[in-house]
């Protein structure tokens, strides 16, 4: 049944029961208890009368639509929009037709990373699939009159030895008669633009943190590079705005921080491509977001300064910005109404889950748009500062139980994913549990995290993994020295790449850990490329290194080949759907730890890939955790 909580998430494989100490708030229930429900990436329709977004409130995450009115919040929880066809349909990307006619959606069947593109009928009619027999399909941009869509489409074969392995095919496709015109090939290629006339269509591709645009002209086949060069850019994204011959690019590219950026084009007869002016930078924040208003003279912006988001609306004519306040610590999405007087803005704070919020343009009060942002008590998390054992100075959030107990007690040091990502002052029902039951927990950025500029994100790439691993020692030797922590009882742990650096830290320096949990991490490189997707593979390269070129330094950094170094308790997690960091790499490290009869558990997650999207399940996944963080080492 869609929403229901699984009978049990564990499997023969387990070697520990599901029992333990379940640690219990004022009210008495688990801790880490139901993950409240959350609304995000709320969008008008073109005519402003609607408003859709995504919501788990039924459990997994679906598009809800109601009507939008013009003050105060949306009544209930609108109209759930079905999709046909798919089981667990989970849907990550939502985006408006311009005519209002279509919804279209990324969905990712129970959390996997094989994504289908859906069109939903706005009024509750049946949905229609795009290129339905693809391996994987992907969200790009509408032209302007919402008769053709930009999508991406993967193969799940390729010839993993060539330069060409995990590319996709950039297309646009008639969403009336199903014809497709083919615009490239290229790693993580997505359609960002499209302009007005039909004529020109921006083009994204590159590996991870090499991305670059292209400008292409329809009509005459010529492509003009925008963004990018031998480097190229973490951050690439471009619009057209309302100037014909003006695009808004928001990007990184010869620079540290991701700014916005006008580039003027010519005339599509001459290709004409100006230098890119710049419109907002900062030289100590990187912009997260940029959104354009119908008219497309404003602009919304949204920083990432020190962790927090700032938000400014900007005049593109005037040049001018101006602040308005945040209605959370951490925003994740903006978008304008119809009239342009309001921003509707997705944010979550260490209390607050995922919700919507109008903010005035004018600089009036934001007010609550989708009911049920439920305010919970949580500590505020202290930024902390420490430096790398080669010098770099790193930084984290320390969130310290607002009770501490007589005597030592224990901690936990999470790593997040990515790397190319950040541990921010957001909602963490874990992390509110674990704190709750008296754990401090660290959590900290450490190089190849993004937040820092380029070069910081750059600082662990291939050959430099090794100086991010040590980071965590560095981490867990500054955890180890706050006030209230005992050093004896630090619990390691982690996600996807803060998985993989859990496993690490454990193979490289044991004694500095009194267990590990580790959450669909890779355990052993060259076979997570030869498992993993190609066009998860492919992009991947300039991040972890080639397996063709780099076999050997693969092999060095894998914890599985240093797996009997590891003694301390693990709890190994993974979702069964997930074909990111392939299920084999739980297996493998399972197996290589319980074959020696050292501690290890594996808990599989069913209707699960790498995202864990039912919140049921992550809420039971999360006590489940923190019930093994308590009895490894008391709370």
């Given at each position: 049944m869609e929403?229901?909580?699984?009978?049990?998430?564990?499997?023969?494989?387990?070697?520990?029961p599901?029992?333990?100490?379940?640690?219990?708030?004022p009210?008495?229930?688990?801790?880490?208890?139901?993950d409240?429900?959350?609304?995000?990436d709320?969008v008008?329709?073109?005519?402003?009368?609607?408003?859709?977004?995504?919501?788990?409130?039924?459990?997994?995450?679906?598009?809800?639509?109601?009507?939008?009115?013009?003050?105060?919040?949306?009544?209930?929880?609108?109209?759930?929009?079905?999709?046909?066809?798919?089981?667990?349909?989970?849907?990550?990307?939502?985006?408006w037709?311009?005519?209002?006619?279509?919804?279209a959606?990324?969905?990712?069947p129970?959390?996997?990373?094989?994504?289908?593109?859906?069109?939903?009928?706005?009024?509750?009619?049946?949905?229609?699939e795009?290129?339905?027999t693809?391996?994987?399909?992907?969200?790009?941009?509408?032209?302007?009159?919402?008769?053709?869509?930009?999508?991406?489409i993967?193969?799940?074969?390729?010839?993993?030895?060539?330069?060409?392995?995990?590319?996709?095919?950039?297309?646009?496709?008639d969403?009336?008669?199903?014809?497709?015109?083919?615009?490239?090939?290229?790693?993580?290629?997505?359609?960002?633009?499209i302009?007005?006339d039909?004529?020109?269509?921006?083009?994204?591709?590159?590996?991870?943190?090499?991305r670059?645009?292209?400008?292409?002209?329809?009509?005459?086949?010529?492509?003009?590079?925008?963004?990018?060069?031998?480097?190229?850019?973490?951050?690439?994204?471009?619009r057209?705005?309302?100037?014909?011959?003006t695009?808004?690019?928001?990007?990184?590219?010869?620079?540290e921080?991701?700014?916005?950026?006008?580039?003027?084009?010519?005339?599509?007869?001459?290709?004409?491509i100006?230098?890119?002016r710049?419109?907002?930078?900062?030289?100590?924040?990187d912009?997260?977001?940029?959104?354009?208003?119908?008219?497309?003279?404003?602009?919304?912006?949204v920083?990432?300064?020190?962790?927090?988001?700032?938000?400014e609306?900007?005049?593109?004519?005037?040049?001018?910005?101006?602040?308005?306040?945040?209605?959370?610590?951490?925003?994740?999405?903006?978008s304008?109404?119809?009239?342009?007087?309001?921003?509707l803005?997705?944010g979550?704070?260490?209390?607050?889950?995922?919700?919507?919020?109008?903010?005035?343009?004018?600089?009036?009060?934001?007010?609550?748009?989708?009911?049920?942002?439920?305010?919970?008590?949580?500590?505020?998390?202290?930024r902390?500062?420490?430096?790398?054992?080669?010098?770099?100075?790193?930084a984290?959030?320390?969130?310290r139980?607002e009770?501490?107990?007589?005597?030592?007690?224990?901690a936990?040091?999470?790593?997040?994913?990515?790397?190319?990502?950040?541990?921010?002052p957001?909602?963490?029902?874990?992390?509110?549990?674990?704190?709750?039951a008296?754990?401090?927990?660290?959590?900290?950025?450490?190089?190849?995290?993004?937040?820092?500029?380029?070069?910081?994100?750059?600082?662990?790439?291939?050959?430099?993994?090794?100086?991010?691993?040590?980071?965590?020692?560095?981490?867990?030797?500054?955890l180890?020295?706050?006030?209230g922590?005992?050093?004896?009882?630090?619990?390691?742990?982690?996600?996807?790449?803060g998985?993989?650096?859990?496993?690490?830290?454990?193979t490289?320096?044991p004694?500095?850990?009194?267990?590990?949990?580790?959450?669909?991490?890779?355990?052993?490189?060259?076979?997570?490329?030869?498992?993993?997707?190609?066009?998860?593979?492919?992009p991947?390269?300039?991040?972890?290194?080639?397996?063709?070129?780099?076999?050997?330094?693969?092999?060095?950094l894998?914890?599985?080949?240093?797996?009997?170094?590891?003694?301390?308790?693990?709890?190994v997690?993974?979702?069964?759907?997930?074909?990111?960091?392939?299920?084999?790499?739980a297996?493998?490290?399972?197996?290589?730890?319980?074959d020696?009869?050292?501690?290890?558990?594996?808990?599989?997650?069913?209707d699960?890939?790498?995202e864990?999207l039912?919140?049921?399940?992550r809420?039971?996944?999360?006590?489940?955790i923190?019930?093994?963080?308590?009895?490894?080492v008391?709370?």
């Amino acid at each position: 049944m869609e929403g229901a909580v699984p009978a049990a998430l564990s499997t023969p494989q387990d070697t520990g029961p599901d029992t333990g100490p379940r640690a219990t708030g004022p009210a008495g229930g688990a801790v880490a208890g139901p993950d409240a429900a959350g609304h995000r990436d709320a969008v008008p329709s073109p005519d402003g009368t609607r408003v859709a977004w995504i919501s788990d409130v039924t459990g997994r995450p679906r598009v809800h639509v109601a009507p939008l009115p013009a003050n105060g919040p949306v009544r209930g929880t609108g109209t759930v929009l079905p999709v046909d066809g798919i089981t667990h349909p989970d849907v990550t990307v939502l985006t408006w037709s311009p005519d209002g006619s279509r919804i279209a959606v990324q969905v990712a069947p129970a959390g996997g990373d094989r994504t289908r593109l859906v069109l939903l009928d706005p009024a509750g009619g049946p949905s229609r699939e795009i290129a339905p027999t693809a391996a994987a399909v992907s969200l790009g941009a509408w032209a302007p009159t919402g008769r053709r869509l930009g999508v991406t489409i993967c193969g799940s074969g390729g010839d993993p030895a060539t330069d060409g392995y995990g590319a996709g095919t950039a297309c646009l496709i008639d969403v009336q008669d199903g014809s497709s015109v083919v615009l490239g090939t290229g790693q993580a290629a997505v359609v960002q633009a499209i302009s007005a006339d039909g004529r020109r269509v921006v083009l994204r591709t590159g590996r991870r943190g090499r991305r670059r645009l292209e400008l292409l002209d329809l009509r005459t086949g010529a492509r003009d590079r925008l963004v990018g060069g031998p480097i190229g850019a973490f951050t690439a994204t471009a619009r057209f705005g309302a100037a014909p011959g003006t695009l808004w690019v928001h990007t990184d590219a010869g620079r540290e921080h991701s700014a916005l950026l006008a580039v003027a084009v010519g005339p599509a007869a001459d290709h004409r491509i100006a230098p890119a002016r710049t419109v907002a930078a900062r030289p100590d924040a990187d912009l997260d977001h940029v959104v354009l208003d119908p008219s497309g003279t404003h602009a919304a912006l949204v920083w990432n300064a020190g962790g927090h988001s700032e938000l400014e609306v900007a005049d593109l004519r005037a040049g001018r910005r101006r602040r308005l306040p945040a209605p959370a610590d951490v925003l994740t999405a903006v978008s304008f109404t119809r009239d342009g007087t309001a921003l509707l803005a997705t944010g979550q704070s260490p209390g607050v889950p995922p919700h919507v919020t109008r903010v005035p343009v004018d600089g009036g009060t934001p007010t609550p748009l989708l009911p049920g942002a439920s305010w919970l008590p949580a500590p505020r998390p202290e930024r902390a500062g420490l430096t790398g054992e080669d010098g770099l100075e790193l930084a984290g959030w320390l969130h310290r139980p607002e009770r501490p107990g007589d005597r030592p007690g224990p901690a936990l040091l999470w790593l997040h994913g990515g790397p190319e990502s950040e541990e921010r002052p957001g909602w963490s029902p874990l992390i509110r549990g674990l704190v709750a039951a008296g754990v401090t927990v660290f959590t900290p950025n450490l190089r190849g995290s993004s937040g820092r500029g380029a070069a910081f994100a750059r600082a662990d790439d291939r050959e430099r993994r090794h100086f991010s691993i040590n980071d965590v020692a560095a981490a867990a030797r500054h955890l180890a020295g706050v006030d209230g922590v005992d050093p004896a009882r630090i619990v390691v742990a982690g996600r996807s790449y803060g998985g993989y650096l859990t496993l690490a830290a454990l193979t490289r320096y044991p004694e500095l850990f009194a267990g590990g949990v580790d959450i669909c991490g890779m355990a052993d490189l060259p076979s997570f490329y030869a498992g993993t997707e190609p066009w998860i593979a492919g992009p991947a390269y300039p991040e972890y290194g080639d397996p063709r070129t780099d076999r050997a330094l693969l092999e060095e950094l894998s914890p599985l080949a240093r797996a009997d170094r590891i003694g301390v308790p693990l709890l190994v997690v993974h979702g069964e759907n997930d074909t990111n960091v392939p299920l084999r790499q739980a297996h493998a490290i399972h197996r290589a730890l319980a074959d020696r009869g050292a501690p290890v558990e594996l808990m599989l997650l069913p209707d699960e890939g790498h995202e864990v999207l039912d919140r049921h399940t992550r809420a039971r996944a999360n006590d489940r955790i923190l019930r093994w963080v308590l009895g490894t080492v008391g709370g």
